[in-house]
């Protein structure tokens, strides 16, 4: 009975690494600490009611960020590890296997469970504010979309520790990925991982796309939508097109693995090529997915911070809704190798060069913006303004790649590595942190401290042209991806050596961060006027941090930046009394635990499936069921605020007598 206790033990945990054990303790002490937190502060109750059954879009969107945090902690935390491998040559500090799964996991964490979670977080926060809106249109999916993100993730994560982490590459391309040649549970992890999160995605992107189109304030037309709520609505377009495309493919595999399918294998028939066509008409359009928010975002700071109004505003939005149609036009771009031919090559060569057209085209919007601003450089505008640099190289850099005789050259090697970065942490990590500092004010009713900002910001970007730089000659050198070490004769330690220290630089600017944020939360000075920044959109003009019903009183729209009209008319109308708000009750949604508990199901449905156990996988499945009567059948899920609690609620926000 011992040996069988023993035997399971030694195949479920993953065992025989000081490293992987290490993260077991550390992640052992964390859970303890914390249920012992959450016991001693008694906070259960609060944790329950205020969080994980709220439907608030405000408090989802926390979640997201503090989510999205997390996961930028544990991606980094490879990377570091990956640079330290091929810091210098023939080093032996990760065995091949373990490097595998290394580069694996962080390039699924930081696309899939770093960035699109801090996106959703930042929609979800700012744009119902933004569009005059109460809430999103579906705030029962919204909580559901978060769930089934969040336990997506945590099945991908603990692949860390339990069974082992998929070694077959970000997207696991078959036949690695295939049950011959990956015949433990890593894969299951993987597929059933991001199969989870990706629906949550898919319900986001319908929820948004609703909201933008039929909860708009009255007045708010769609060229009057902020920037960045047109980013969103573009965002989403392509992820409702998009995601449907990964759930099929990922769904292919699994059948492959579990039912001895053959879809992307050559017996039977199969074609590993076609699910790297699917995986990429996926994985093309994700980079917009994440990047036209980021574009958003800049539209935003760039207006606030030099006064002026965005210089070509219909050009931008129709920039973002033609990026969003090209973007399912390009996907051959990464396998020009595959050998379809010249006709087939050039068509997605001319549409690669193509999208860079109104992509380039936002540089200079914000470049005119910005001529003969008011500029102030406040943390948001330094990361907006390190951003144009760093995407131009990393567009030109693209270009290069999408001329398919030279991508023969580039393919698969390190040029490719830093070009992909410099995209990628330049273009949407950049804007989502410009993003994270202007609208914290909003989320939490204080400001981060600038000076640990600035310093962030400079070690986040010395460390990132120290890094990424290098890689390019190196791919020029010969080096390709994926490689876990390399001789003395080929030349490439002193590039990666300094590659490395560029890593551990950007590594402190998050810890600088961190403390940033640790710090602001001690020391901060409460903003009581709900515009710390002089913004000039809808979700400045109420108190910070927004209250449940966000606008106690519907606004009236008139124009793109209606905020920043509206004081200039009181402005110039001198110190006349603003009439007295006429309240009435509010109609909100409650709260409810059906998406937490759904979404544990989903769990246990995927651990259920990557471990082949029907006997956990089948009671999870009728528990999801069951959940979804539930919902059906609950009528009670409304209520309305009354109008004495608004003036109490607006009294205390705003300091004025109800």
């Known amino acids: 009975m011992l040996d069988k206790i023993q035997e399971f033990a030694s195949e479920f945990f993953v065992t025989g690494d000081p ?8 992640i052992a002490i964390a859970m303890v600490a914390i249920v012992f ?4 502060f008694r906070k259960w109750v609060w944790l329950w009611r205020e969080w994980l059954t709220t439907v608030d879009h405000k408090r989802i969107g926390i979640m997201y960020i503090i989510c999205s945090i997390l996961m930028l902690f544990r991606g980094g935390v490879d990377a570091l590890l990956m640079r330290l491998q091929l810091a210098v040559p023939n080093a032996e500090f990760l065995h091949p296997e373990h490097y595998n799964q290394i580069f694996t996991t962080h390039g699924v964490i930081m696309i899939l469970f770093m960035a699109m979670p801090l996106m959703f977080g930042l929609f979800n926060v700012i744009m119902p504010l933004q569009i005059g809106a109460r809430d999103v249109a579906y705030p029962f999916l919204n909580a559901l979309s978060f769930w ?3 336990f997506g993730a945590m099945l991908f994560n603990v692949s860390f520790i339990i069974g082992g982490s998929p070694d077959a590459g970000w997207l696991a391309y078959p036949p690695l990925s295939g049950l011959e040649h990956s015949p433990g549970v890593g894969q299951n992890f993987y597929i059933w991982g991001i199969q989870i999160s ?10 948004f796309i609703v909201t933008i189109l039929k909860m708009r304030a009255p007045g708010m037309t ?3 939508m902020p920037m960045f709520t047109w980013s969103v609505f573009s965002s989403c377009i392509i992820i409702i097109f998009a995601f449907p495309i990964l759930t099929v ?8 693995r579990f039912l001895g399918a053959h879809f992307f294998t050559l017996d039977g028939g199969g074609n590993p090529m076609m699910y790297i066509n699917l995986i990429w008409m996926w994985g093309h359009p994700e980079v917009y997915i994440v990047i036209l928010p980021a574009f958003g975002i800049f539209s935003e ?6 006064k002026k109004t965005l210089f070509g505003y219909k050009s931008m939005v129709f920039a973002m809704l033609i990026i969003s149609v090209l973007s399912f036009f390009t996907w051959v771009h990464h396998f020009f190798t595959m050998g379809s031919g010249a006709d087939v090559n050039v068509f997605f060569a001319i549409t690669t060069m193509a999208i860079a057209i109104p992509t380039g085209a936002k540089v200079f919007n914000w470049l005119f913006t910005m001529y003969r601003g008011r500029i102030k450089f406040t943390t948001p505008m330094l990361w907006t303004i390190a951003f144009i640099p760093c995407f131009v190289i990393g567009g030109m850099t693209g270009v290069l790649l999408s001329v398919a005789p030279a991508d023969f050259q580039f393919h698969n090697s390190y040029f490719l590595i830093a070009h992909f970065h410099q995209v990628l942490i330049g273009g949407v990590a950049f804007g989502y942190f410009a993003g994270l500092y202007y609208w914290w004010p909003k989320m939490f009713g204080f400001k981060l401290n600038e000076h640990l900002g600035k310093w962030a910001f400079w070690l986040w970007n010395i460390g990132f042209y120290v890094c990424f730089m290098p890689q390019y000659f190196l791919g020029l050198d010969g080096m390709t991806r994926r490689v876990s070490t390399y001789d003395f004769d080929m030349g490439w330690g002193s590039l990666n050596m300094v590659s490395t220290v560029g890593g551990f630089l950007m590594g402190i600017g998050f810890i600088f961060q961190v403390w940033q944020i640790a710090y602001s939360i001690k020391h901060h000075e409460k903003d009581v ?3 710390p920044w002089d913004g000039r959109t809808l979700e400045w003009s109420i108190p910070s941090p927004a209250p449940v019903y966000n606008f106690a009183v519907t606004p009236h729209v008139e124009h793109v930046d209606d905020w920043w009209e509206t004081k200039q008319k009181r402005a110039a109308a001198g110190a006349a009394k603003e009439p007295r708000p006429v309240y009435e009750p509010i109609h909100m949604p409650k709260n409810s635990a059906i998406p937490f508990v759904k979404s544990a199901l989903w769990f246990f449905v995927g651990f259920g499936f990557v471990w082949d156990w029907m006997w956990m996988a089948i009671p999870a499945l009728i528990g999801v069921g069951i959940c979804m009567l539930a919902r059906s059948f609950t009528y009670d899920d409304d209520y309305y605020i009354q109008v004495d609690e608004i003036e109490r609620t607006e009294a205390a926000l705003r300091g004025v007598k109800a």
């Open 148 to 150: 089934l993100f969040f």
């Open 249 to 256: 493919t990922l769904a292919l595999l699994f059948l492959d």
């Open 37 to 40: 937190v959450l016991t001693y």
């Open 529 to 531: 006027t709900g515009d």
């Open 198 to 207: 990706g629906i949550g995605s898919l319900a986001t992107g319908i929820n």
């Open 222 to 224: 769609l060229m009057k």
């Open 19 to 26: 490293l992987i054990l290490g993260a077991q303790v550390s």
């Open 301 to 306: 700071i760039v207006a606030t911070f030099s």
